[in-house]
């Protein structure tokens, strides 16, 4: 089950199976495309969480040969590399396959030291798609992917801090927290930022359009005036 609380500027969204530590099947996967889908243009970072302990224990090995489920998670993974919201994993616990990947699709990820990422399809005779295994290498780095990769080594959240894997340590609380830093700051800015670090087609538009925006006279009157900018996404 997939809860969605509303924050303003600041969507939660929440898996909800705490009797699989989260563990995501068909049916959480679609109610997480669905959530994401349903986040509007005002809503300017996507926080995604687990409830119970956990962010995500990996997929529910019920079905998860089945090509749908595949496709319906790497479905899920675009939506949450491509939003134009800034997305930002906030784990605690496990966070294995389908969870590091989750988490590696965000944007930006806070962890408690003693989260647990980790693929451990080696475990299970699965393969991730390539996809996962460029993203992992660019995130984590050559060496830790291919540990994880490789030899389905565990990451603790205090490693993947010192590697550059997770940007803050901290709780939940504290990933929201930075949430509704970063939801004041200019959205039009940060949506071309990402574009370019996912090197989308529209990126130069959106750098154009920041540019070109009442934000930027915003934020430069703000600056002369020392005070704090006050964006509207225009």
Not at 116 to 128: E, H, Q, Y
Not at 185 to 203: C, G, I, N
């Amino acid at each position: 089950m997939i809860h969605t609380e509303d924050r303003g500027p600041v969507v939660v969204v929440t898996i909800d199976r705490p009797a699989r530590r989260n563990a995501v099947d068909h049916a959480t996967l679609e109610q997480l495309a669905a959530a994401l889908d349903g986040c509007g243009e005002d809503v300017r970072v996507v926080v995604l969480t687990g409830a119970g302990g956990h962010f995500c224990a990996g997929a529910d090995l019920t079905g998860v040969e089945d090509g749908a489920f595949t496709d319906l998670l790497r479905s899920v993974l675009d939506r949450l590399r491509l939003a134009p919201q800034v997305t930002l994993a906030a784990v605690e616990g496990a966070a294995l396959g389908a969870g590091t990947q989750l988490a590696v699709a965000c944007d930006l990820r806070v962890a408690t030291a003693d989260a647990r990422f980790g693929i451990p399809a080696g475990r299970l005779g699965l393969t991730v798609d390539q996809w996962t295994v460029d993203r992992l290498a660019l995130v984590a780095g050559q060496g830790t992917a291919r540990a994880m990769l490789l030899a389905a080594e565990v990451v603790t959240g205090a490693d993947a801090h010192r590697i550059g894997l997770v940007q803050r340590l901290g709780s939940p609380e504290d990933g929201l927290a930075w949430a509704e830093e970063i939801a004041a700051l200019a959205p039009l800015t940060l949506r071309a930022h990402k574009a370019m670090l996912e090197h989308l087609p529209d990126a130069a538009a959106a750098r154009e359009r920041a540019w070109a925006s009442e934000d930027l006279q915003e934020g430069l009157a703000a600056f002369r005036e020392r005070r704090r900018p006050a964006f509207r996404g225009r």
